[in-house]
């Protein structure tokens, strides 16, 4: 099946400083869900992207999907301590409503 | 108004035991699905239902199993619990996926089981 490797696994951060995840695959994907699980907390679902070379923004968040569709990532420009969680990637398609989950950063934001 | 919830929201027994994690949503979605997280915060699909009806079963051991008493609720029993078994599990549901590309999933708070 469908695999989605996510590095890096930690990141830490200086409040203010910019973080990116990246998420990769060996074949082409109909599709990147990216979501936010706080800490204690549960996936919350961010956005998903189907386009080649797609670009979507959410304040301060960028998400791009790779123009051969196999790779995609979520950028966060001058993080802010609420920013602290696991951001995982997912992708579904292949089978009814399964998504696989990329292994997930979990990202600590110092202030 | 609480859109996916499970209970309990812990979950501490006994191995050997046998146990059950209660889900429902309010979404008026199809489909639903269980996960299990480990403590190494992977997340991974057990199964999914549609309509009360199994449509992923991703190999999970036969002691897991999932009753669908109405397209609203989605249980989970597990018997002979193991320590293996020691996860978060959340419940999650969505729009049948039929329709789109791929739905959005929205997560219960999860049931943190501890086995021991």
């Known amino acids: 099946g469908q695999q989605v490797m996510q590095i890096p696994q930690y990141q830490h951060v200086q409040e203010g400083e910019d973080f990116t995840t990246y998420c990769n695959s060996s074949?082409?994907?109909?599709?990147i869900q990216w979501y936010k699980q706080r800490p204690g907390g549960h996936p919350v679902f961010l956005i998903q992207?189907?386009?080649?070379?797609e670009v979507k923004k959410q304040k301060r968040l960028t998400f791009q999907f790779g123009e051969a569709k196999k790779n995609s990532s979520l950028h966060i420009t001058a993080t802010q301590t609420t920013d602290v969680g696991t951001y995982f990637c997912?992708?579904?398609?292949?089978?009814?409503?399964?998504?696989?989950f990329g292994q997930g950063t979990i990202l600590t934001v110092h202030p | 108004d609480t859109a996916v919830s499970q209970t309990p929201k812990y979950l501490v027994t006994q191995m050997g035991n046998d146990k059950s994690i209660k889900c429902e949503q309010n979404?008026?979605?199809?489909?639903m699905y269980w996960y299990k997280q480990d403590s190494k915060k992977f997340l991974k699909i057990m199964f999914s239902?549609?309509?009360?009806?199994?449509?992923i079963n991703e190999t999970v051991p036969n002691r897991f199993s999932p009753k669908s008493p109405d397209k609203a609720h989605l249980n989970l029993h597990i018997n002979s619990l193991e320590l293996g078994d020691s996860a978060v599990y959340f419940c999650?549901?969505?729009?049948?996926?039929?329709?789109?590309?791929?739905?959005?999933?929205?997560f219960g708070p999860g049931t943190r089981l501890l086995v021991l």
């Open positions: 999650a549901s969505s729009q049948d996926p039929v329709l789109a590309v791929q739905e959005t999933q929205y």
């Open positions: 074949t082409t994907l109909s599709n």
């Open positions: 992207l189907v386009k080649s070379g």
């Open positions: 997912a992708t579904g398609g292949t089978s009814y409503g399964k998504l696989t």
């Open positions: 979404l008026g979605h199809d489909t």
């Open positions: 239902y549609n309509n009360k009806e199994l449509i």
